[in-house]
């Protein structure tokens, strides 16, 4: 099957570099980027020819698209895909959380939209729990200062974490709230919004920690079915703090998923 890539920052390039490697039943097509210098640079460092595509015509031409653009671009690339009958496999949970009447197109189309959600496990008990009652959800984040600096909400708000010495919280509210004011940051909460009792309901913490090198998060669920928390330390990307490494690994691992005899998980 061929895959495009729509956008080629860290997460695209660690998607690019497994398909050059070698995922069964998958070959690289091509890629958007919207930073032609940037995709060049990046294609170089992979010392493989790859080719670059407006994003109509990748789409066009490749049997699945794998968005790792920013989530502004989301509704461009899910609208055309569904359009055009192409599966999108996407880590922008924000992004579907923003355009929940896609779904319907999708439905219509009689086509899919993937959320990769390596970032953060649970998820499979998380939706097992969500067919029953699920009373409470509350998810608490933390990040070295470094991941949250270029953050929509800790600019907007003055919010000084360059000399910050000690653990400080810098946002309580739902995961709606959260994925708007920390697009780039939770996808990860809009992830578990979405798998448990909605993104409204599902409490936020975000707390920037100096002592920490690693994007942290806690996920604390109450249901009549159990009783459960789960945590991960995500290293974090060279390139980009604020995304964990093992978030492109789960995207190849959705790949790897699709054609697989054995489906492990829900």
Not at 142 to 166: F, T
Not at 198 to 220: C, F, M, Q, S, Y
Request: aromatic content about 4%; overall charge neutral; glycine content about 8%.
């Amino acid at each position: 099957m061929k895959v495009g890539i729509v956008g080629f920052g860290s997460i695209g390039t660690e998607v690019a570099k497994a398909l050059i490697i070698g995922v069964e039943n998958f070959s690289l097509y091509g890629v958007v980027s919207r930073s032609k210098k940037n995709v060049e640079r990046r294609i170089l460092q992979l010392n493989h020819q790859i080719k670059i595509f407006e994003l109509e015509t990748l789409i066009q031409k490749c049997d699945i698209i794998i968005d790792c653009a920013p989530k502004e671009a989301f509704r461009e690339i899910a609208t055309q895909c569904i359009q055009n009958n192409k599966t999108l496999i996407t880590v922008s949970g924000a992004g579907i959380l923003d355009n929940l009447d896609l779904e319907e197109m999708a439905k219509e189309k009689n086509t899919q939209i993937i959320l990769a959600t390596g970032a953060i496990l649970g998820l499979d008990a998380l939706r097992a729990a969500s067919e029953s009652k699920i009373n409470s959800v509350k998810m608490i984040t933390r990040k070295p200062p470094n991941a949250l600096s270029n953050a929509p909400y800790v600019i907007e708000n003055g919010i000084q974490l360059d000399k910050l010495l000690a653990s400080k919280l810098i946002f309580k509210g739902s995961a709606t709230e959260g994925a708007k004011a920390f697009p780039a940051n939770v996808n990860v909460a809009a992830a578990v919004g979405l798998a448990g009792i909605g993104a409204d309901k599902t409490e936020l913490e975000i707390w920037a920690d100096p002592d920490l090198d690693r994007n942290t998060h806690k996920v604390e669920v109450d249901a009549d079915s159990a009783v459960f928390e789960m945590s991960i330390q995500n290293v974090q990307t060279p390139e980009n703090p604020g995304t964990g490494k093992i978030t492109g690994l789960s995207v190849i691992a959705c790949l790897r998923g699709l054609k697989s005899p054995f489906k492990i998980g829900t």
